[in-house]
């Protein structure tokens, strides 16, 4: 079982599809006998990346923030989950944010401690057509992580639902999202 597991939640809907999923994931895991760790970006302060580039140069961040909390987290953890509805074929501004921040492991004193570690994406959507729609987040995700030596183990999108809530309709996608949350321990 991958021993610790971070949730990183993009949403900025409360309650709404994200939120739901990332419930399911959680659910599925406990009775699996993990316990992964939740943070909600909406509920954080992180600001955004100004390219000082102090992490290159003294590897340590400008920003006492948020992201001071959530990089212990990610240090910590074997395993990390992104989830974060579609939005313009992209990630949120939030998730955007935090995803600029991780620029702090791109350099070399930094990136031995994220490196090697494992992904999984969650992607709620309206569109029904997922390839052509998530064309470009896969390509962001793959490159983003991939500079980072991360690795993507699942990349899962869950099309067709637009309004908050509208995913506990979509009972194979409460199942799904449980079943991620379960098979964490094989990872
Ligand atoms: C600003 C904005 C942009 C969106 N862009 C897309 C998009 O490009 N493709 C898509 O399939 N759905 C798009 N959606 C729909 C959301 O991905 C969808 O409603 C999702 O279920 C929202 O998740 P949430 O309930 O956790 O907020 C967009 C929604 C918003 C508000």
Redesign the pocket.
Known sequence: MAESVLIVNG???IN????ILVGKIIEGAKGAGSNPTLVELRSKHISNCIGCYSCRDESKCSFQDDMTEIRNFINKSELLIFAC??????VTGLMKTFLDRLFFYYHLQNRELITGKKAIIIT????KNVDD?SKILVEFYNRLLGCLGVKIINMSF??D???????LKKLEYLKQAYAIGTNLKNL
Do not use: H
Request: net charge negative.
């Open positions: 949403a900025s809907r709404g599809n994200t939120d509805p579609l939005y313009w074929c992209g709620p959507m309206n569109q729609e869950f099309s639902i637009m309004e908050k809530g509208s995913v």
